[in-house]
């Protein structure tokens, strides 16, 4: 498979992330994503969670070559009030620790965000409390209402993750103290 250029152009000194589909990224691609990620986190990440980020659109940012940062955003369902939403649910936003505070994050986001107004009902995202900030100046919504997740043994209220859930409403309306469940997945559900 042949390498592609992910180089983020910049202009006028501001980064822009290059858009991927997990298809259509090389091995060597891949696997800098997946260990520039898990570092990024300081162990607060798993090759779980990483298979979480597969399967969609991803948002990528390098320097002469190099991975800095990384986004990925895919296709989930949530019910809410009876209804079934294409959800983009946006996976593994990081950026290396040398790279921070040089608006990194926020190309990734501009970047995850085009993918959502392009091709879903709604976006959402657990987030980490160092994030929360970021989320929210975007215009991201906290969850205040019940989560749950659609498990094998069937419906199951997900306490831990009812603060840690963020919405961005694209062409829904949504009543944020009202339940939302999500699609079942191994490891974190949300």
Avoid: K
């Avoid at 989930?76 to 009876?82: A, G, N, V, W």
């Amino acid at each position: 498979m042949p390498t592609h250029d992910l180089s983020a152009p910049r202009v006028r000194g501001v980064h822009t992330a290059r858009l991927v589909h997990t298809a259509d990224l090389d091995n060597e691609t891949r696997e800098d994503a997946r260990r520039m990620v898990i570092e990024a986190f300081a162990g607060e990440f798993s090759d779980g969670d990483w298979e979480h980020a597969l399967g969609g659109m991803h948002a990528l940012i390098c320097h002469h070559g190099a991975l800095i940062a990384h986004a990925a955003v895919v296709q989930r369902r949530l019910l809410y009030r009876d209804t079934a939403l294409r959800c983009g649910y946006v996976e593994a936003v990081a950026v290396r620790e040398d790279w921070r505070e040089q608006g990194l994050a926020r190309a990734l986001m501009d970047a995850a965000e085009q993918v959502l107004r392009g091709a879903y009902q709604l976006g959402a995202l657990s987030v980490s409390e160092a994030g929360r900030p970021i989320y929210i100046s975007r215009g991201w919504l906290p969850w205040r209402g019940p989560t749950s997740v659609l498990a094998p043994a069937g419906l199951t209220r997900t306490p831990d993750d009812d603060n840690g859930l963020f919405v961005l409403p694209i062409s829904v309306e949504l009543d944020t103290t009202a339940e939302i469940t999500c699609d079942w997945r191994d490891g974190d559900v949300w």
